[in-house]
């Protein structure tokens, strides 16, 4: 399915076409529509399946549908996307300014381990969309820098290793902050017992998506396995990196 079938506007038509992209993947084939309903979302979706475009295109498209033509200077936040890392906050809040690029929205991304005050000048500024890790968001709260209780959209994303980091008391108070009626998107690498009590007790008569086998790796992702001592795992690393001309690597 083509992303111009999927009922999005102009605006985001040409900033997805401006990064390449023509054809939506199976999350976001399923997710958008959703979206764009109304419904609340409980999707199974692991990295590379293209999720970050699956809940914020249809978030934006909604913003612009009901943003005001003259809108105040002092911006409300109207979409909190709580993430686990803040190297994910990072990169989610690249894909909402990239998609939005042709949209008048500002994007906050608030997260720990930096000095706080050009947190504090940026929402000062006033900002349409938060991206932040649960922590440095409730340090905010408290000392009266960020509200939210003009909150259209909540999105979880990655909350299986939300709860696995300990974050759930945290996410429960941020819950507490918002307003009753809102729209939840809940997206998990897989539906746990805990993803499925805390989608319980947030989520309003959910779209459940999985478009994968649960627990399998995305599809764009090849995992190779290299055997060897374990006094010697440095030495293979070196060599595969200086090998392949490897440029970018993670290590766990």
Do not use: C
């Amino acid at each position: 399915m083509l992303f111009k079938d999927l009922g999005l506007s102009t605006e985001l038509l040409r900033a997805i076409d401006s990064l390449g992209y023509s054809e939506a993947t199976p999350i976001q084939q399923q997710a958008i529509p959703a979206v764009l309903s109304g419904r609340d979302i409980l999707a199974a979706a692991q990295t590379g399946t293209g999720k970050t475009a699956g809940f914020t295109l249809p978030m934006l498209h909604h913003m612009q549908q009901t943003q005001p033509q003259n809108p105040p200077k002092t911006r409300k936040i109207r979409v909190l996307i709580l993430t686990p890392t803040r190297e994910l906050a990072a990169q989610v809040a690249a894909s909402v300014e990239n998609y939005g690029k042709y949209l008048d929205f500002r994007t906050a991304t608030i997260f720990g381990g930096v000095s706080i005050n050009p947190q504090l000048k940026k929402l000062g500024r006033g900002v349409d969309i938060v991206v932040a890790t649960p922590g440095r968001l409730l340090d905010h709260i408290d000392r009266g820098t960020i509200k939210l209780d003009s909150v259209d959209f909540l999105v979880l994303d990655e909350a299986d290793r939300m709860l696995d980091m300990g974050f759930i008391r945290d996410i429960r108070k941020v819950i507490k902050r918002l307003p009753v009626s809102r729209q939840n998107l809940l997206f998990s690498a897989t539906f746990s017992g805990d993803i499925r009590e805390l989608a319980n007790t947030l989520l309003n008569d959910a779209v459940e998506i999985e478009v994968a086998a649960r627990n399998k790796p995305a599809d764009l992702v090849t995992q190779i396995v290299h055997p060897v001592d374990k006094r010697r795992k440095r030495e293979m690393l070196s060599h595969l990196i200086g090998a392949r001309n490897w440029k970018m690597v993670l290590v766990f």
